[in-house]
């Protein structure tokens, strides 16, 4: 039983053949000590065994199952349209959620009128459920329970973003109902960072410094597939190259864009090396043109940057190593799993 007057919460699940570990996640979020709650799973034309799976759950969940493949998040406007709740949250159908998110999440925004979304911290685990590693904040951000557009900003171009999660994040509808959706053109994969940012401008976000939900990595996931043998731009930097243009936005210090471009030109030598893998060493070259060296000063692995960007412009002038080109795979591209100690 729920106590009287407390606010519906939506979840909204995503998925795409997600079978693997959608039983896992499903439990995890029927599981939560808050009600009332209404979960909303919206299967994006999978041809795995999710819609089979989605049946089982057909009394305690809601399903609606796209005709043709939208994109996660068009899937996710969907159900953002049809969502009820006071409260928001967008959960993923591979990771694994603490029985008491949402409960903590909703006691933060009612005790927090005035912020817009309140996000937690993550485990990290592997394919098999293992717990790696965990999100460990930046020092100066430990005691911060309210996070400005201010700091936001700054924090991001320096360091990229590390903490806003979205499976972990609750909104209120209100503010989506405001601001509008997720805009996957021209944003892509990074459509969830610009909406962060585009109620961070509006509203203070709220973080709680507490591990919530397992995080699950190495087991091809979009964000995975996304960076593998990349070659095009990152899709941050069109969220983050837009806030700069912004002429409302807060004065940022020289030191955070020199931080900035320096993460630029790191993804251009990631590019040239994508093309060499691919055996297409002329576009490498001239991805390797327009880096800037002097601008990798700015970032903390400089010096492995500059031995990369030394090795590309050697070995794209030369006829193709395979040798090469497997180890900037292995050392570039493959994510392996850290060693549990």
Not at 79 to 99: K, P, Q, T, W
Not at 167 to 175: D, E, L, N
Not at 183 to 206: K, N, Q, T, V
Not at 237 to 259: C, I, Q, Y
């Amino acid at each position: 039983m729920h106590a009287p007057g407390k606010p519906l919460v939506s979840v909204i699940v995503p998925v795409y053949n997600g079978a693997a570990f959608l039983r896992e996640s499903l439990d995890s979020i029927l599981r939560q000590t808050y009600a009332p709650l209404e979960i909303i799973v919206l299967d994006d034309a999978s041809t795995d065994a999710t819609p089979d799976i989605l049946r089982e759950y057909s009394s305690r969940i809601r399903s609606i199952r796209q005709i043709v493949n939208l994109g996660q998040f068009e899937n996710v406007n969907m159900g953002l349209r049809l969502a009820s709740g006071e409260f928001v949250a967008v959960f993923h159908a591979d990771d694994i959620y603490e029985s008491t998110i949402v409960e903590r999440e909703v006691e933060f925004l009612l005790n927090h009128p005035d912020v817009g979304a309140v996000f937690c911290l993550d485990r990290f685990i592997d394919e098999k459920g293992i717990i790696y590693g965990r999100l460990e904040l930046p020092p100066h951000w430990r005691e911060k329970s309210v996070l400005h557009y201010g700091d936001l900003l700054p924090e991001i171009l320096s360091h990229k973003n590390r903490f806003l999660r979205t499976p972990g994040a609750m909104v209120r509808a209100s503010v989506y109902r405001e601001l509008g959706y997720f805009a996957p053109a021209p944003f892509g994969i990074a459509a969830d960072l610009e909406m962060w940012l585009r109620i961070a401008r509006r509203y203070p976000l709220g973080l709680l410094h507490e591990y919530l939900f397992s995080y699950r990595h190495f087991h091809g996931s979009l964000s995975q597939n996304y960076d593998w043998l990349r070659t095009e731009e990152e899709k941050f930097f069109v969220v983050m190259d837009r806030e700069l243009a912004n002429a409302s936005r807060p004065k940022v210090a020289g030191s955070v864009l020199r931080r900035y471009a320096a993460h630029r030109e790191e993804d251009k030598l990631k590019r040239a090396a994508a093309h060499y893998v691919k055996g297409d060493r002329v576009h490498a070259r001239r991805v390797l043109e327009t880096v800037r060296p002097p601008a990798l000063f700015a970032n903390e692995r400089w010096p492995r940057l500059f031995l990369l960007h030394v090795l590309l412009t050697v070995v794209t002038r030369l006829p193709r190593s395979e040798r090469i080109a497997e180890l900037l795979l292995r050392r570039l591209f493959l994510k392996v799993r850290p060693a549990i100690r």
